[in-house]
């Protein structure tokens, strides 16, 4: 009789499937929350990390170029964009803006139309 027992080892770290991004539901305009102040992020976490993965797939689920935290609801001070829609390559590389700051202002004005 054989006393060798097969054994597994158990893994070290657990395994979970990546986390799918969420579409987020979008504030409109008269919201209050459009023009209320919104708080600086103070630390990047696994939280402000998935919101930001959120903010792109639903920027991209609305077919938009930028969206900001306050139009999913988040008072943040985060924003994110898609900066190769110029070049006609949508959602390549979008980038994430947190605790952005305007640290220079032109002279002249620029009108446009949203």
């Known amino acids: 009789m054989d006393s060798m027992q097969e054994t597994q080892a158990e893994p070290t770290e657990p ?10 539901p ?5 919201s209050s929350l459009l023009s209320e102040p919104c708080f600086p ?10 919101l930001a993965q959120d903010m792109i ?4 689920v609305h077919h938009g170029i930028g969206l900001a935290a306050p139009q ?3 008072r943040l001070r985060m924003f ?6 110029v070049r006609g390559v949508k959602y390549a590389s979008p980038h994430v ?8 202002v032109g002279s002249g004005e ?4 949203e």
């Not at 979008?26 to 008269?30: E, F, I, S, V």
């Not at 797939?57 to 991209?60: D, K, V, Y």
């Not at 803006?97 to 220079?104: G, K, L, V």
């Open 26 to 30: 979008l504030t409109y305009w008269p």
């Open 80 to 85: 994110v964009v898609d900066i190769d829609w």
């Open 97 to 104: 803006f947190i605790n952005p700051a305007i640290i220079t």
């Open 57 to 60: 797939f639903t920027m991209m």
């Open 41 to 50: 992020i103070a630390e990047i976490t696994q939280g402000i990390r998935d």
């Open 72 to 74: 999913v609801g988040q």
């Open 15 to 24: 395994t979970s499937e990546p986390r799918k991004p969420q579409a987020l």
């Open 110 to 113: 620029v009108e446009s139309q």
